[in-house]
């Protein structure tokens, strides 16, 4: 069993800063893909990113490319999500997913998640 806790989530003004982090617990080792998502009042719950379990691979929806950056530190069991030039559409819970898997590889369904976070919020005010 997989425990993510997400932590930095806040209000923030468009085009400030904020890092969330998704810590992992109850697991003796890091190989776990983890991914990122989020949902807007009213809407479904979207991937934003996703990282493989060595770092190695990431990737990005076309919205957040340039602006968010996902890494982690297997040390640590944490994952990060950078968010740079927020904007009033990015406001949303975000919640970090686990995919525990040897394959390095990033996971964009979120079927393929075993394990989720109780979410963050993220407010950008205008």
């Known amino acids: 069993q997989v425990q993510l806790a997400e932590s930095g989530g806040g209000l923030v003004q468009a085009g400030g800063s904020l890092r969330l982090s998704c810590a992992a617990s109850?697991?003796?080792?890091?190989?776990?893909?983890m991914g990122w998502f989020r949902q807007a009042p009213g809407k479904e719950r979207d991937l934003v990113g996703a990282?493989?379990?060595?770092?190695?691979?990431?990737y990005y929806v076309d919205s957040v490319k340039g602006r968010f950056t996902i890494s982690r530190d297997n040390g640590k069991n944490t994952v990060y999500l950078q968010m740079n030039s927020l904007k009033p559409e990015d406001t949303a819970i975000y919640y970090c997913?686990?995919?525990?898997?040897?394959?390095?590889?990033?996971?964009?369904?979120?079927?393929?998640?075993?394990?989720w976070g109780q979410g963050a919020p993220v407010t950008v005010s205008s």
């Open positions: 990282i493989s379990w060595s770092g190695a691979n990431t």
């Open positions: 997913a686990a995919n525990p898997t040897r394959r390095d590889y990033c996971y964009l369904v979120q079927d393929d998640y075993y394990y």
């Open positions: 109850g697991r003796p080792d890091s190989s776990l893909a």
